[in-house]
């Protein structure tokens, strides 16, 4: 039987679709992204991963066992990108106080907002599927992109391409189809309303760094 996280997938596959032939990604992928795109999209997503850990810690209180809320626990204390990060943003040339002054994007205070509210108005199947669309995306540039020459971007795509987050896509859909055995409708529409909208959020999240986007104001 199908499971309810690869449901979720199929109904996403033309977004994700969308994402994998992104420009952004082709042009990492061939090295023709200019710097200072780059540079954005660092400190964007280093920015949105402060959102997701947070959202994740919001999970933590919905966590129903004393094994689920060790598994969560995990998942808050292994920021596996974070080295990737701050190796990535030194060479680049960007500073803590570059990404504190710059500050969330329209798109990604949208995107974070949407995965705060979905841990604070909803229990924690809802809660893991707005953030399983993040890490299995990512995880899928191994079969989709796969590896760039460029010297800095190489090192972006070979963090993916080694496989870096599987163990993250496999608790995150053990979360989803845990909760999905014990749903309602009503639960499982709130599970598949947010894993599609944070799928989008993705999809945009690379329309945002392609177009460097900023307030207007």
């Given at each position: 039987?199908?499971?309810?996280?690869?449901?979720?997938?199929?109904?996403?596959?033309?977004i994700w679709h969308a994402i994998f032939e992104?420009?952004?990604?082709?042009?990492?992928k061939d090295?023709?992204?200019?710097?200072?795109?780059?540079?954005?999209?660092?400190?964007?997503?280093?920015?949105?991963?402060?959102?997701?850990?947070?959202?994740?810690a919001l999970a933590?209180?919905?966590?129903?066992?004393?094994q689920t809320l060790e598994e969560l626990s995990h998942r808050v204390l292994t920021p596996i990108e974070r080295p990737l990060h701050h190796r990535l943003l030194a060479e680049a040339g960007v500073t803590m106080e570059d990404i504190q002054e710059t500050g969330l994007s329209p798109t990604n205070?949208?995107?974070?907002?949407?995965?705060?509210?979905?841990?604070?108005?909803?229990?924690?199947?809802?809660?893991?599927?707005?953030?399983?669309p993040c890490?299995?995306?990512?995880?899928?540039?191994?079969?989709?992109?796969?590896?760039s020459e460029h010297p800095l971007y190489s090192?972006?795509?070979a963090f993916y391409v080694a496989g870096a987050l599987q163990d993250s896509v496999e608790a995150w859909r053990g979360f989803v189809d845990q909760a999905a055995e014990q749903a309602g409708e009503p639960e499982l529409q709130a599970m598949r309303e947010a894993f599609l909208t944070s799928s989008r959020y993705e999809y945009l999240f690379w329309e945002m760094a392609h177009k460097q986007e900023k307030w207007p104001f």
């Open positions: 039987m199908t499971s309810f996280s690869e449901q979720l997938k199929q109904e996403a596959q033309p992104h420009p952004f990604l082709r042009a990492i090295g023709s992204l200019p710097p200072e795109a780059f540079r954005y999209y660092l400190t964007q997503d280093y920015l949105y991963l402060e959102g997701f850990a947070r959202t994740v933590l209180a919905k966590a129903p066992d004393s205070t949208a995107y974070v907002n949407h995965m705060l509210k979905t841990a604070s108005l909803h229990g924690l199947g809802p809660t893991a599927a707005a953030l399983l890490p299995w995306t990512y995880h899928l540039l191994k079969d989709n992109l796969g590896a090192q972006w795509t």
